[in-house]
């Protein structure tokens, strides 16, 4: 481990687990992130269009000929066109991030939430244990997320929920992969073996000391997972195994802008563009975030 | 002396801690014999890879994987057998009956939580006791540590302290529960001089207002010299000899203990009356220690009964060595320059 850094005011700090505050302090923290300023603007702009979509949207997203069909961009009354069945595009944009993005951030937390427990575990525990659970995730990860989702589907039935679910179960190992990274380096320090020699349990431990100390971690990769899983729900709903016509979600909006591309490039454009500006956003927030919380790893 | 004489806190017979790794075994501990009286201090020297941590460790029975204390240890705490608890009924020990004190207070502090939630967990561990009283008793054990303003100090990340004072918040962690055993390892070997001095005192006087028993590790044999009422050299994984401070300071008896001592420079010490000795070779390690006398190899004295390991012979008045040179008795030796130290 690095020697203990000293700041201008000559404070020292702790170098452990990744916490150290030196750097973010010394440099980063005295100009504004640029990361973590646009991803965080685009998410928040994104977020509160979905939130407040109800009192934006200017008319039903899924009222039929509320327009002519397939008005282009910046038309009268529709500002962004509509769809093939005269749908105002501009409502169903709004109305579509609301499943899009709640699909993809339920699906980060779902599989962070699995992935966590399993990586903190295993490289907690070691041995056996940490064999049987990586071997599993291995078997999980050779599988094509997308293949899962059909296998899914398939059983259950084609909708949001189900294509969520394949997802976040597809990228469980990824994040337990990290995690169990990160716990088997928070492990060694000594404030782990000081705790047991204290009288706390295993258990106490994972969750007093080992979990607060890989949370920047997971935090950071949680936010990057989200632009991933918003790109993985949209290519499910793109394929018909997410949302169901007529609900709309950005997926679904493009597949079947499909066969109008030529006559209007403005209704497959918009949904594209939303997802690419939501994963964009996601990803530049999760990276702001990592170089804030975990400076050391910051230039990876 | 048996495991029921009540003066006797804790009793190490014949510990063995081997570690396995690909291609051998490390015997890091290997037979060592120790035991520790009620409210005393003993410390337990020697250098680098002699076996002290790892005895430390295994007192506490914190020994992971590939370690393993091996078959035929015994620990015994109060009458106890350590080595037969369950992982829970030794949980209920650690911390409360044995506290341990590491060499590093910059990692043995966690640094996502403040000073006062830590210690406040070290009561709460063992005590059944609202978060308001472990509160109290977590301030009050931060006063005792010589903590200027505990109570403000509570509310302090760890990397808002200097070494010294983690060093004693670490130690504030460790008697909140009043343990019986205090194990030191190395507490002094990562701060200045000054403050070396300053925990050294810190831990006899806690050790005086308690009565607890210290067993302080270390390599330092100045601070040894100053603390000990015993003191325990090891070599190669066992006690090669044991007597008092005054004892092993003024008389040592085994040629490693003589050759420890010969290599400290003292103040005032002239190249033409002492010259500075250096033991030769180095401490072959825990995978290959020789058939006999460990420590045979890098001793001028060694002679041929050296092939077989020599027993402990008990000399004058508590003092013990394992060397055939004193198998008849106390061997006499030109006084050494660091035989004043233990009287200051």
């Known amino acids: 481990m690095a020697d203990p850094v000293v700041v201008s005011g000559g404070v020292p700090l702790g170098t452990a687990a990744g916490i150290d505050a030196s750097t973010a302090r010394g440099k980063r923290g005295r100009r504004p992130n640029n990361y973590l300023l646009v991803g965080g603007t685009l998410v928040v702009v994104l977020a509160l269009l979905s939130v407040l979509a109800p009192l934006l949207a200017p008319a039903d997203p899924n009222a039929l000929g509320s327009g002519s069909p397939l008005l282009p961009l910046g038309a009268p009354d529709h500002l962004l066109g509509t769809d093939m069945l005269g749908r105002d595009q501009l409502s169903r944009l709004l109305y579509g991030g609301r499943i899009t993005l709640l699909a993809g951030f339920s699906a980060a937390i779902l599989s962070a939430v699995f992935g966590v427990l399993l990586g903190m575990v295993a490289g907690f525990l070691r041995g056996p244990v940490d064999s049987v659970i990586m071997r599993v995730l291995d078997v999980l990860m050779s599988f094509p997320f997308i293949l899962l989702a059909i296998l899914i589907v398939a059983f259950a039935g084609p909708s949001v929920f189900h294509a969520l679910l394949a997802i976040a179960i597809a990228n469980v190992p990824f994040l337990a992969r990290v995690i169990r990274g990160e716990t088997l380096r928070v492990r060694e320090y000594e404030f782990v073996v000081a705790a047991t020699a204290l009288g706390a349990s295993r258990t106490w431990i994972l969750l007093r000391h080992v979990l607060p100390n890989v949370l920047p971690l997971v935090l950071s990769v949680l936010f990057v997972n989200v632009g991933w899983m918003i790109s993985q729900t949209s290519a499910l709903s793109f394929l018909g195994l997410g949302a169901q016509p007529p609900t709309a979600d950005w997926g679904t909006m493009l597949a079947e802008a499909q066969s109008y591309m030529a006559l209007n490039g403005g209704v497959a454009m918009m949904p594209g563009l939303m997802i690419l500006l939501a994963v964009v956003g996601f990803n530049l927030f999760g990276l702001g975030l990592k170089q804030i919380l975990l400076p050391e790893d910051g230039a990876r | 002396m048996t495991a029921s004489d009540p003066s006797v806190l804790l009793q190490v017979e014949d510990l063995r801690v081997w570690f396995d790794t690909p291609t051998e075994v490390v015997r890091a501990v290997d037979g060592m014999n120790l035991t520790i009286r009620r409210g005393e201090t003993v410390c337990l020297v020697g250098e680098s890879g002699c076996g002290k941590s790892v005895t430390g460790l295994a007192l506490m029975r914190l020994i992971d994987p590939p370690g393993r204390i091996q078959e035929g240890s015994r620990i015994t705490f109060e009458g106890n057998d350590l080595l037969g608890l369950s992982e829970k009924q030794m949980e209920r020990i650690r911390g409360n009956d044995i506290a341990m004190v590491f060499q590093e207070p910059m990692s043995s502090l966690n640094p996502v939580q403040t000073v006062g939630a830590q210690i406040v967990e070290a009561v709460r561990l063992h005590q059944d006791v609202s978060r308001k009283a472990a509160r109290a008793q977590a301030e009050e054990a931060l006063a005792l540590v010589g903590m200027p303003s505990p109570k403000e100090r509570m509310g302090n990340y760890p990397h808002e302290m200097s070494g010294g004072m983690r060093q004693r918040v670490v130690i504030a962690m460790a008697i909140v529960c009043r343990p019986k055993l205090l194990i030191a390892d190395e507490p002094t070997t990562a701060l200045d001089v000054t403050v070396q001095a300053q925990i050294m005192e810190l831990l006899e006087r806690l050790q005086d207002e308690f009565g607890m028993s210290l067993l302080h590790i270390t390599h330092d044999l100045g601070v040894v010299a100053e603390t000990a009422d015993r003191v325990a050299v090891a070599y190669g994984g066992r006690v090669v000899e044991e007597g008092s401070a005054a004892e ?97």
Do not use: K, N
Not at chain 2, 279 to 287: E, K, L, N, Q, S
Not at chain 2, 290 to 302: I, K, L, W
């Open chain 2, 248 to 344: 092993i300071y003024g008389h040592p008896q085994h040629p490693y203990t003589e050759a420890l001592l010969r290599s400290i420079p003292v103040l005032g010490m002239t190249h033409t009356q002492h010259p500075l000795s250096v033991i030769r070779g180095m401490v072959p390690g825990g995978a290959h220690w020789p058939s006999g006398c460990r420590f045979a190899p890098r001793c001028d004295y060694s002679f041929d009964l050296c092939a077989e390991y020599p027993p402990m012979v008990d000399l004058s008045s508590g003092q013990s060595a394992a060397c055939w040179l004193c198998e008849s008795g106390p061997r006499s030796l030109t006084t050494l320059p660091t035989a004043g130290l233990a009287d200051v």
